[in-house]
C-alpha cells in the first residue's frame, strides 16, 4: 500500500513538473510571438520587394517615359494586394508551427531553470527596448549598408546585365543572320574587357 502511495506521488510530482516546464515554454512562445509573426511578415514581403526593384528597373528601360507612372503605380497596387493577402494566414500558420518546432526544441533542451532565466530576459525592460528600437537600428543600417555598397556593386551589376543581354541577345542574332559572318549579336559577347574589368 506505501508502495502505490509512494508511486502515485511520484508520478504525481513528475505531471506537475512537467507541466511546469510546458508552461514555461508557452510562456517563452508567447513574449517571442511578435518575432514570430516578424519572421513571416518578411517572408511575404522579401521576395515582394526584390520583384518591386527588378519591376523598376523594367520600367526605366522598356516602358515609354508617359506610360511609366501608371504601369508603377499599378505594379505597387498588385505588389501591395498580394502582401496585404498573405501576410495574415503566413502569420497564422508561423504561430501555429512554433509549439511543434521551437517549443519542442525549448523543452527538450533547456532545463526549467534556464527556462526561468530565458523569461526573465525576454520579459526584461532591457530586452523589450532593444526590440523596440530594432526595426529603427535595422532600417538605419541598411541605408548606410546600400550608400555604401551601391558604388561597388553598381558598376558589377551593369557588368553582369550587360553579359546577360549579349547571352541572350548572341543566339538569337546568329539564328536570324544568313551570311556566313560572324552575327553583330556576337561581336559585343567578345567584346567585353570592360565588363570584366568592372565586375573585378
Known sequence: MKKLILVALLSSALIAHAQTKKELVQKLLTLQQPGIENLAKNMVEQPAGQMMQQAGMVLQQQIPADQREAVGKNIQAEIKKYVDESVPPMRERAVKLAPSTIGATLEEKFSEDELKQLIAWFDSPVNKKYLQLGPEMQTAFM??????????????????????????????????????????????????????????
Open 143 to 200: 541605408q548606410k549598408l546600400v550608400a555604401e555598397a551601391r558604388p561597388i556593386l553598381d558598376p558589377k551589376l551593369q557588368a553582369l546585365e550587360q553579359k546577360v543581354r549579349n547571352a541572350l541577345s548572341g543566339p538569337a542574332g546568329a539564328a536570324s543572320s544568313s551570311s556566313p559572318s560572324p552575327s553583330p549579336a556576337a561581336k559585343p559577347a567578345k567584346a567585353t574587357p570592360p565588363a570584366k574589368a568592372a565586375s573585378k
